[in-house]
């Protein structure tokens, strides 16, 4: 992964989920290792993260 991201909901401390292109996850207080993910994995979990995630409408 060249590039990482993390999410504008993050606070800004050291204490964040990042996540790059290639599909990968790190924390970035471990930014030296990562868990690739394939894309099926992936748009799983987002879908269940969407799931369970509370409504903002």
């Known amino acids: 992964m060249s590039t990482w991201r993390k999410s504008s909901y993050s606070a800004s401390g050291s204490d964040c ?3 790059g ?3 990968g996850i790190r924390d970035s207080k471990a930014p030296a ?3 690739p993910v394939n894309r099926e994995a992936w748009t799983a979990f987002l879908g269940i993260v969407k799931a369970c ?3 903002t409408r």
């Open 53 to 55: 995630a509370p409504s």
């Open 21 to 23: 292109r290639g599909i």
């Open 33 to 35: 290792s990562h868990l």
């Open 17 to 19: 989920v990042e996540v």
